[in-house]
């Protein structure tokens, strides 16, 4: 009897130890993959100057006389994201509140449906559609000789964050308590005033979650802003060819070698730190909003 | 009532209700429009004979069966790794871990692994798999990379459903004598198929979209891959979209790409349904429970 105890209790501790080590693996991943980008992101900052890597404005990494200056990459992924967040942030929120208190229910649930399948059509997708269709309809419409530029990689891009604003802004807005609702009723404003000066506002913090999402996601999105900004690394303009820091990893990877390898190694760390602040300020917002 | 607000207002009020059904109408056009557009120009090219052929200059064929094998050999191999791992996870977290503050350690992680974007886990897959373990590109690296990027999806479902779970569940099992570790195999986890499931088919989803972690790990290469060497180093291949991507930026082939395009385009919505349905399911005993 009391063998079959032990052997029952060591079993139990087996397993127990097992799921443990589960647990410890995923801080075992995250450490993983910052200590690599790390060790192989420092050196190449360490040689070209911190100075020199973060403020020249100038990148030819395949000159005779090679210039590391990813300026134009930070600022380019920096505007590309605003102008995605200033072109699709409203038109999500409009959409939001069409689903979470304007339309009938039925319409309601026929529109976030569209919403979920736009969501999972994947990104070299939309950078197929984005090349064919919006690069030659920009091209045209300002008379430009090539029409691969920011301007294009903004709509793309304001396009692919759509979904996560507009799922996230909706729950929050239908989340605000119908009281405040009903008192703004009560006191003489109409249906759309409400809306959206009362409920849209009780729902800020919610709204400002679904933005830092969408940033997030603008942000990180490699294939199809390679497919539609033009791939050159200028210093950002509206109708420029520009490279995000994301396409400037993906475009250079498969043919550098030494200092200019180890450069865009450092330039994903780059990119990493702004992604570890930008899911911070998340976790801080939605905790905020749990409270 | 309407007719008493002044006309300022009034068209104030037009003008809010007029955007606000624009940017809906926008959405839907956008979505039929995509959907549209892409039968249009990919289901020409559409035939079995393109779904079942390999690309050969000498049959004079251009086919997508490698990056078809391809993309089911990643899914396979990513979920045989991960759904242990997610779901052991899970299960510590929600049935073994007394710790509060390493439980938050653990959570921050998965969200942290969740945030990160998918060129990123190509670069520390590249690093890590392709270098460091020797792997070389091969589909094998691409599946260890998608495993870690998927983790969290699995993670999270598998916890949502595990906390579905009543504990006067637990609770029976134990007082019947049941060690802990039979307790979790015949009551917890058969509970908790539906979000198992329903990770997968995310997780599936997310590895069928994936195309930039896979490029630099799992390679560009579009020869047959035979079930027996696919898990095997020095492997590459390329799954669809990655395939998508390099007729249509590399090579300027759009044709063939619309044809991916369609292809994946049907599948991510086949994909999403089903989840929709798993995740009623999972819903429905939740309401019931309640």
């Not at chain 1, 909706?170 to 409920?199: D, N, Q, R, W």
């Not at chain 2, 289901?43 to 690309?55: E, G, H, N, R, V």
Request: with cysteine.
């Amino acid at each position: 009897m009391k063998s079959i105890k032990n052997k029952v209790h060591a079993g139990e501790k087996a397993v127990k130890l097992i799921f443990t080590s589960c647990g410890f693996l995923i801080i075992g991943f995250v450490i993983l993959i910052t200590v690599f980008l790390l060790i192989n992101g420092i050196p190449a900052i360490r040689e070209i100057g911190f100075q020199d890597f973060f403020f020249n404005s100038k990148w030819a990494s395949t000159a005779a006389d090679p210039s590391y200056g990813i300026l134009p990459f930070i600022m380019s992924s920096v505007y590309g994201t605003l102008g995605a967040v200033i072109v699709g942030v409203p038109i999500g929120i409009m959409c939001a509140v069409f689903i979470a208190k304007t339309a009938p229910p039925k319409v309601a649930k026929a529109v976030s449906t569209a919403v979920d399948l736009l969501a999972g059509i994947p990104s070299v997708v939309y950078g197929l559609l984005g090349m064919i269709i919006i690069v030659p309809f920009v091209r045209e419409l300002f008379h430009l000789p090539d029409g691969a530029n920011l301007f294009s990689a903004i709509l793309v891009l304001a396009v692919m964050i759509l979904p996560s604003v507009i799922s996230v802004s909706s729950t929050a807005i239908s989340a605000v308590p119908k009281e405040y609702e009903e008192a703004s009723l009560a006191l003489g404003a109409t249906k759309t005033e409400t809306i959206f000066k009362v409920t849209v506002p009780a729902a800020k913090s919610g709204i400002v979650t679904a933005v830092v999402l969408g940033i997030g996601r603008a942000i990180g999105e490699a294939m199809a802003v390679m497919m539609v900004a033009g791939n050159v690394a200028n210093m950002p303009g509206l109708f420029k060819s520009v490279r995000f820091l994301t396409t400037a990893v993906a475009s250079e990877m498969s043919y550098s070698a030494g200092l200019q390898r180890q450069a865009l190694f450092s330039i994903a760390l780059v990119l990493f730190i702004f992604i570890t602040a930008i899911n911070f300020i998340l976790n801080v917002t939605v905790k905020r909003n749990k409270e | 009532m309407e007719d008493k607000i002044s006309e300022k207002r009034k068209f104030k009020n037009m003008l809010l209700n007029t955007l606000v059904y624009l940017c809906a109408g926008i959405i839907v056009l956008m979505l039929t429009g995509i959907i549209g557009y892409i039968f249009y120009r990919g289901l020409p090219k559409l035939s079995l004979d393109f779904l079942t052929s390999a690309p050969s200059l000498l049959n004079d064929t251009v086919g997508i069966l490698p990056n078809i094998l391809n993309t089911i050999y990643i899914i396979l191999m990513t979920l045989v790794i991960v759904l242990p791992l997610g779901i052991g996870t899970a299960i510590y977290l929600n049935e073994y871990a007394e710790n509060k503050k390493l439980v938050g350690v653990i959570e921050l992680a998965t969200e942290t692994l969740s945030g990160i974007p998918s060129i990123i886990y190509g670069l520390v897959g590249m690093l890590i798999f392709v270098q460091f373990c020797s792997l070389g590109t091969s589909l094998v690296a691409g599946a260890l990379t998608l495993v870690i990027m998927t983790l969290p999806t699995i993670i999270r479902t598998t916890q949502e459903s595990l906390r579905t779970i009543p504990n006067s569940y637990r609770e029976g099992s134990l007082a019947l004598g049941a060690g802990k570790w039979h307790m979790i195999r015949t009551v917890v986890l058969p509970n908790a198929v539906d979000g198992i499931v329903t990770g997968c088919i995310l997780s599936v989803g997310r590895i069928v979209g994936e195309s930039a972690a896979l490029m630099f790990t799992a390679g560009m290469a579009n020869n047959i891959v035979y079930l027996f060497e696919s898990f095997l180093p020095e492997k590459a291949g390329s799954t669809l979209s990655v395939a998508l991507y390099m007729y249509a930026k590399e090579r300027g082939e759009f044709e063939i790409a619309f044809t991916i395009a369609l292809i994946l385009m049907l599948l991510t919505f086949i994909i999403n349904i089903s989840a929709k349905f798993a995740g009623r399911a999972l819903r429905k005993r939740k309401e019931n429970d309640d």
